[in-house]
């Protein structure tokens, strides 16, 4: 999985097994399933807040994201490691982001420090993924339906299981795609709302008009306004700045010829900030996704989760975990942003270059 300019996508063959693979837990009908485990994460982490307490808004999704991915579908409590996991698996990106960008690379064997800390980081990856996987066969009752469905896989030409390293590889691709990207959306989402209260309260009083404090995926379609939010926070933060593509044969681009072979980048960032394609794009308003407006805008001028066949496999994960943390939060707690920058970094997705102070007063 890649979908930085500066990584090659893998060839077609190798990929499609494994996206059939795992695709099915990924549906819109079967995410709903983690809905529970989704909103108890929000919960603990409101539950963890003090009021009138100043937190780190990047720190709380980032804990927030791991929970949920972790016991939605790898049935372990990645939360409960997050310092451990957070570090490596933030070396383990910058470095291949690094490495693809350079003009000229060292050679693999060379042992450059940068080299030695990506290598301690993918070990640390490894092991944890081994340790999942180890627990799952010890345990045939333990959920983690992403960890079962690639110990049910077969491989397409040999018809036999995929060894273990495989499978391995696969769920260090999952922490990976899953976490940053949904944390960051969180964070940036929760930064825009502590920046303006119209918009915060307008959200606020849709969760009020649910009736209940905790909201369901069965509430999900009454709550239009948390989901524009969040489009306008993936419009201006896409945490996949850049989606590449390999061209598989020459073709011409707007009078450009592009060979074989060559890796071509797509600037979602540029694109979804263009003032060509939107009326004042640096401002924040969720209305622009207000329904109706979809009509009048370009299939291709928003896409923070791909197009295509590769397009991203979690975003039903991803929109319904966040549309259920952002409602838990706002319909239980006041955001009020304290820094005016978002301190925004891309080691390969968009994140927070540093924290995100904000003050929460519990209502
Ligand atoms: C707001 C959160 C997320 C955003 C913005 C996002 C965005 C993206 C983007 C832009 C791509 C590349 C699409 C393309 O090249 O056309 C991608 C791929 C991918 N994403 Fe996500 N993603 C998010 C959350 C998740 C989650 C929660 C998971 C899994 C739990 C996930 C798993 C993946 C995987 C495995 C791929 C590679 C797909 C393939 O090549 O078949 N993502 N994502």
Known sequence: ?????????????????????????????HVREFGGHMAQAAQNSCDGWADGAVIDL?????????????RSVLGIDLDQRSDAIA??????????????????????????PARRRARRASRTLHRLAREILEECR????RDAPLVRA???????????????????????VFMLAGHDTTATTLTYALWQLGRHRVVQD?????VAALGHPDPTPEDVP???????????????????????????????????????????GFGVWAVQRDPALWADPLQFDPDRFAPGRAKARDRWQYLPF????????????????????????????QIGSLGDDFPFTVPFTTVAGGPVPAMVVKR
Request: charged residues 25%; hydrophobic residues 40%; contains cysteine.
């Open 306 to 333: 791909g197009a295509g066949p590769r397009s991203c496999i979690g975003d039903h994960f991803a929109m319904l975990e966040a549309t259920l943390a952002l409602a838990t939060i706002v319909g239980r707690c």
């Open 58 to 70: 990047d720190r709380q999704c980032r804990l927030l994201t791991l929970r949920a991915l972790g």
């Open 87 to 112: 570090g490596p698996l933030q070396v383990a990106l910058s470095y291949s982001a690094d490495r693809a960008l350079r003009p000229v690379r060292a050679p693999r064997w060379l042992p450059t």
């Open 138 to 141: 010890r345990d045939p009752d």
């Open 222 to 264: 009454r709550l239009t306004y948390t989901v524009q939010v969040l489009h306008e926070a993936l419009r201006l933060c896409p945490p996949g700045a850049v989606i590449s593509r390999t061209a598989v044969r020459d073709i011409e681009i707007d009078g450009y010829r592009v060979e074989a072979g060559s890796v071509l």
């Open 202 to 206: 307008r959200l606020r009083a849709e």
């Open 1 to 29: 999985m890649c979908w930085a300019a500066t990584c090659s996508p893998s060839p077609h063959d190798e990929w499609l097994p494994r996206r059939r693979t795992v695709q099915h837990v990924f549906t819109k009908q």
């Open 150 to 172: 690639l110990m049910n896989a077969t491989d397409p030409d040999t018809g036999k299981p995929l060894p273990d390293p495989a499978i391995c590889d696969e769920l260090i």
